[in-house]
C-alpha cells in the first residue's frame, strides 16, 4: 500500500502476469467496490487498484486473499517475476517458463530472509525469444533449449544452469546480493549499483565469469492475433475499465505483459474491441505509455493521461515508444530507448525541448 493524492493504492504482484479469469472479477470487483473502478497495468506486468477509500484495505487483502492473490503476507512486496509473456503458447518459445515462474515464486515467499529485498529487485525469465533483454533484470535466465544463460544486471555471466536449477541459483544469486550489500555496508536497491556487484555475487555463488554468447534482443510482444484462440490487446495507457475487465474475464487464459497489454487465449476478439481493447498491431496505442498524472498524484504538473488521449490520433507512427511523464521522476517508463513527453510548468518538453502545448508537442515527436 501506499498513499498517493487520490488516495490509497494498492499494487497486486502478478509472477510473470499470471491471473485468471477469476481473479481479474475479484480485482474489477474490488476496485468497483473500494477505488476508483479501474485497473492499471503497470511496466512490471503486476496490477494497482487507485483511489482507495479509509478501510478498504483490510477488506481488500481478505479479498486477495482468497482468490490466491496474496500467498505471503511477509514476502509480497518482492514478489517481482517477469516472464515471456507467450512462453509455452507459440512457436516462437525454446522453453515453457512458467512452471519455473511458479517454482521460483514458491520457494521465495519460503526463504525468510528473502524477505529482506528491495521492492524494486527484480527477476526474469526469458524464454529465449529475447522479449525481456533490455528490461536489465537483478538476476534473470534466459534459454537457448533446455539450458538457460544466468543473467545477473541485465549481463550474460557465461554461466549456464538446467531448468531444474534456475530457480534455486537464481534465489541463491539475490541472497548473494543481500550478502555482499551487507558486505559492502551499502544500502542499493539494485544489484547493478554494488560495486562490482556481478562479479561478487558470481563469486559467492562458486562460479567466475565467462564470455556469454551475444544473444539477439528480441521485441515487445505486439498486440493482434498470434493464433487460431491466442491474441494480444492492448490496454490504451494501461487503465483497464470494468468493461474491459468483464471482456477480458471471459477469456480462457490471462497474463498481464509489462508493455501494458494482456495475453489472451479463448478470447472473444469482437468484443473485447467493442469494450476499446486495442488488437491492431499499428495503432499508436501499442507504443504510448503515460504515468498517473493529475489528480491522482500529488507530484505531477499536468493530466497526462487526458492530454494523450486527446493527442493519440496524432501520434506519428515510428519504432520508438512514447511516454508521458507529469514530473521528472518518470514513473512508469519503459526500457530501453523512448520518446521523452515530460510535463512542465507551461506545457511539455520532448526528449529535452522547451515547453510546448501538447498538440505542439506531436509535432516535435516528428
Known amino acids: 500500500m501506499h498513499q498517493a493524492a487520490d488516495g490509497g493504492l494498492a499494487r497486486v504482484r502478478l ?164 550478502d555482499e550489500r551487507e558486505a559492502q555496508q551499502s544500502a542499493a536497491w539494485r544489484l547493478g549499483e554494488l560495486t562490482d556487484g556481478v562479479l561478487e555475487v558470481l563469486s559467492r555463488l562458486g562460479y567466475s565469469k565467462s564470455a556469454g554468447q551475444s544473444a539477439p534482443q528480441g ?48 478470447g472473444d476478439v469482437d468484443r473485447l474491441v467493442a469494450a476499446g481493447l486495442v488488437v491492431d498491431e499499428e495503432s499508436p496505442w501499442n507504443r504510448m505509455t503515460a504515468c498517473a498524472g493529475r489528480p491522482g498524484c500529488g507530484k505531477a504538473l499536468a493530466d497526462v493521461r487526458r492530454d494523450a488521449r486527446r493527442v493519440a490520433a496524432m501520434v506519428p507512427s515510428g519504432r520508438r515508444p512514447v511516454h508521458w511523464s507529469g514530473c521528472e521522476r518518470r514513473c512508469g517508463q519503459p526500457a530501453g530507448d523512448f520518446v521523452d513527453v515530460l510535463a512542465l510548468t507551461d506545457g511539455y518538453s520532448v526528449d529535452g525541448s522547451a515547453a510546448v502545448t501538447a498538440e505542439q508537442s506531436v509535432m516535435r515527436m516528428r
Request: hydrophobic share 45%; glycine share 10%.
Open 15 to 178: 509472477p510473470g502476469g499470471v491471473v485468471s479469469p477469476a481473479q481479474l472479477r475479484v480485482l474489477a470487483a474490488a476496485s468497483a467496490d473500494l477505488g476508483d473502478g479501474n485497473l492499471e497495468l503497470t511496466s512490471r506486468g503486476n496490477i494497482q487498484i487507485r483511489a482507495l477509500r479509509p478501510g478498504a484495505p483490510k477488506e481488500l487483502s481478505d479479498r486477495l486473499y482468497d482468490a490466491g492473490l496474496l500467498p505471503s503476507l511477509t514476502h509480497e512486496r518482492v514478489r517481482n517475476i517477469l516472464a515471456s509473456p507467450l512462453s509455452g503458447l507459440d512457436q516462437h518459445s525454446q522453453y515453457d517458463v512458467q512452471p519455473l515462474v511458479a517454482a521460483l515464486d514458491r520457494n521465495l515467499c519460503a526463504t525468510p530472509r528473502l524477505a529482506e529485498l528491495p521492492g524494486r529487485f527484480l527477476f526474469t525469465l526469458d524464454d529465449g525469444r529475447g522479449d525481456l533483454a533490455a528490461i536489465g533484470a537483478d538476476v534473470g535466465v534466459r534459454f537457448t533449449g533446455a539450458q538457460a544463460a544466468l543473467l545477473l544486471a541485465g549481463e550474460d555471466t557465461g554461466v549456464r544452469l538446467s531448468p531444474a536449477d534456475a530457480p534455486r541459483v537464481m534465489l541463491q544469486a539475490a541472497e548473494a546480493f543481500l
Open 219 to 266: 521485441e515487445a510482444v505486439r498486440a493482434g492475433m498470434h493464433g487460431p484462440e491466442l491474441l494480444v490487446a492492448t490496454v490504451p495507457l494501461g487503465s483497464l475499465g470494468q468493461e474491459q475487465a468483464a471482456a477480458l474475464a471471459d477469456a480462457v487464459q490471462l497474463r498481464v505483459t509489462p508493455w501494458r497489454s494482456v495475453v489472451v487465449v479463448g
